[in-house]
């Protein structure tokens, strides 16, 4: 079974704090998401990756950035956490080009609290 | 640039009736997929089904079905038999056929009565 997993559900960070939010995924996908949602507006992308060492801004990069060295791993890095920050963070996977196998597989979500 | 529309925040069903949550889209290709995902409170968001925009043949997956019209660029979730587990956000979805990214709506709040 094809899995996507963050490495934390919930997490309070002060601001001025740095902040790691880790995803893994075991489906060997060369694309892998960051996604921030929030009330009322959906999904919001922050950044990509199409392979390792590759990234790509998204809609909102603004105050994050991401580091991919290996290929089932995407990290996504708060450089100093503000409080408009708070949010749910959700990653997502998905094998590259078209076919039937072209849907994102998500993670189970990190909500991140900045106080 | 392509953009997707959910018109309907929130919506309640009964029990074991039938609902439907519209979608538009807007783009200038040919070649897409579609998506309705569904986010169940506190859970995985989970796909729900898929349309190819060259089948002119809606897709159904048991109790959900779509409804595509692509000169309309609509994209519309029927679900059949609602049960309480349907009770979840639903996203509508847009890939372009050269794109990685995936383009989502923001959201329908689907509520099951009970």
């Known amino acids: 079974d094809v899995k996507v997993t963050q490495s934390s559900r919930y997490l309070v960070k002060r601001t001025g704090e740095k902040v790691f939010l880790e995803c893994v995924q075991d489906?060997?996908?060369?694309?892998m998401f960051w996604y921030r949602q929030d009330p009322g507006l959906g999904l919001r992308l922050i950044y990509f990756?199409?392979?390792?060492?590759?990234?790509e801004k998204g809609d909102i990069p603004e105050g994050y950035s991401v580091s991919r060295e290996k290929k089932e791993r995407f990290s996504l890095i708060l450089e100093s956490a503000s409080t408009n920050q708070t949010s749910m963070y959700l990653c997502?996977?998905?094998?590259?080009?078209?076919?039937?196998?072209?849907?994102?597989?998500f993670g189970p979500g990190t909500r991140l609290t900045v106080l | 640039a392509q953009t997707v529309t959910q018109s309907q925040p929130e919506m309640s069903v009964q029990e074991a009736e039938t609902v439907t949550l519209s979608c538009t889209y807007d783009?200038?290709?040919?070649?897409?997929?579609l998506f309705w995902y569904k986010q169940p409170p506190s859970r995985q968001m989970i796909l729900v089904i898929r349309?190819?925009?060259?089948?002119?043949q809606n897709a159904t997956e048991n109790r959900f079905s779509v409804n595509f019209q692509k000169a309309a660029k609509s994209f519309s979730l029927k679900i059949s038999d609602s049960q309480l587990g349907d009770a979840a956000m639903y996203f509508c979805?847009?890939?372009?056929?050269?794109?990685?990214?995936?383009?989502f709506g923001k959201g329908t709040r689907l509520h099951i009565l009970p």
């Open positions: 997502a996977s998905s094998p590259p080009g078209q076919g039937d196998h072209n849907e994102q597989f």
């Open positions: 489906m060997d996908h060369e694309n």
């Open positions: 990756s199409y392979d390792v060492k590759m990234k």
């Open positions: 783009t200038s290709e040919s070649d897409y997929y």
């Open positions: 349309q190819e925009a060259y089948k002119q």
């Open positions: 979805a847009y890939l372009g056929n050269r794109d990685d990214k995936i383009i």
